[in-house]
Structures are given as structure tokens and as C-alpha cells.
């Protein structure tokens, strides 16, 4: 062995890193599924105008849980299509108001959603995602990376002379 100390290779990333950007994934779906409907009524959201819009309060503090609004109108298409009732997200003060549907009759209408609504959401699926999978793609070239005074794969370790 010439003096040299023999270190074990590593063969891959370690078992968390996978098992990181696993659960990054998996989180990621979750964020990007459940708080980006504002976001998707931005951009796809079908457009309309909110009437008869009301909203409730409910005390919920026998159960701990405060006081909850839910708002209410209907909700009818530009393009000419038959009025129904929706939820309704936003402010609904000054009537009637312009605003998004999302999901067809069974959605929600936003008012005034905005696109920044959905950038939060977005940057934090990435972040879930992407930090694992950069990590374990720098620690595999870390491994793979030849040591100085290493010789290379393939080389001959004593030149001829």
C-alpha cells in the first residue's frame, strides 16, 4: 500500500438527500394543487362579473375556532353564458364587481386575482424541490471528483521512462 491510507468510495449520495427531494416533491404537488387557485383564476380564470353578492359571518367559538366569513354571489360570464351562484374570494364592497372563475360552476370566483398571489406558492414548491436535487447533485461530483495527487481513472499510475 506504499504508505497510503486506503478510504472506502463512496458509491452514491447519502440516503437522505434522496429521501429529501422525495419528500420535496411530494410537497411541492401539495403547495402547487391547494394554494394556487388565485393563481390559475389570474391566468386561465374564466372572466365575469359578481352580483348579489353577500357574505356571513359564523361564530365558530363554541369550537375553539373563532369566526369564519364565507361570501356569495353569482357569478355571469362575458361570454353571454347563464348566471349561477359561486363562492366568492376578495373584496365585494362596490357592486357588482369584476372577477375570475376558476373550475367551472362548482368553483370559486376571485376578485381582482392577481398573478402575484401565485408567486409565493410557485417559489416555495421550487425551493422544496430544487435545494434537495442541487445538493445531491453537487455531493454526487463531489464524489466522482479526482483528489489531487490521485491519479486519474485510466492513467498509468508510473510513467515509463
Known amino acids: 500500500m506504499d504508505g497510503q491510507q486506503s478510504r472506502p468510495e463512496q458509491v ?3 440516503p437522505w438527500l434522496a429521501l429529501a427531494c422525495l419528500v420535496g416533491l411530494f410537497l411541492a404537488y401539495v403547495v402547487l ?13 374564466e372572466r365575469g362579473t359578481v352580483t348579489e ?18 361570501c356569495s354571489g353569482v357569478f355571469t360570464p362575458d361570454d353571454g ?3 349561477f351562484d359561486v363562492a366568492v374570494e376578495g373584496d365585494i ?12 360552476t362548482s368553483g370559486t370566483a376571485y376578485v381582482s386575482p392577481t398573478v402575484w ?3 409565493l406558492p410557485v417559489a416555495l414548491s421550487l425551493l422544496l ?13 463531489c464524489i466522482h471528483a479526482p ?3 490521485e491519479p486519474l481513472h485510466g492513467s498509468d499510475p508510473e510513467p515509463s521512462a
Not at 33 to 45: D, I, K, Q
Not at 93 to 104: E, F, H, M, N, Y
Open 12 to 14: 452514491g449520495p447519502a
Open 33 to 45: 394543487t391547494n394554494f394556487t387557485a388565485e393563481l390559475r383564476a389570474a391566468l386561465w380564470g
Open 53 to 70: 353578492a353577500d357574505c356571513r359571518t359564523y361564530d365558530n367559538t363554541v369550537a375553539n375556532a373563532g369566526t369564519t366569513t364565507s
Open 81 to 83: 353564458g347563464s348566471s
Open 93 to 104: 364592497d362596490s357592486q357588482p364587481v369584476r372577477a375570475r372563475l376558476v373550475d367551472g
Open 117 to 119: 398571489a401565485g408567486v
Open 129 to 141: 424541490t430544487g435545494l434537495p436535487a442541487a445538493v445531491m447533485v453537487k455531493r454526487v461530483r
Open 147 to 149: 483528489r489531487p495527487g
